[in-house]
């Protein structure tokens, strides 16, 4: 995930992103996708103390897009597309 590395590594530089989509392959060789959205924290003075890094699950409507809707996606919540958990 170099490209992924890349946009975290610049938010200690004081850039955010938003809608970057990447593919996670989970250790049954499951394909998922997600979409992450980051920026970085400040204090009252302006100062960079932190960052806030945000991923939302987008798999089903990534299947569907492309024609092949996966079954039990499409109304799951999304950090279980995002994670596996529960399945």
Do not use: K
Request: proline share 6%; charged share 25%.
């Amino acid at each position: 995930m170099p490209r992924m590395s890349a946009l975290w590594a610049g938010l200690w530089d004081g850039e955010g992103y938003a809608g970057a989509e990447f593919r996670v392959v989970t250790a049954d060789g499951t394909e998922r996708w997600c979409t992450s959205a980051g920026a970085p924290v400040l204090d009252e003075n302006r100062r960079q103390v932190g960052v806030e890094i945000r991923h939302a699950g987008v798999t089903g409507r990534r299947h569907i897009e492309v024609g092949r809707p996966e079954p039990g996606l499409a109304g799951e919540p999304a950090h279980r597309r995002a994670s596996g958990v529960g399945r």
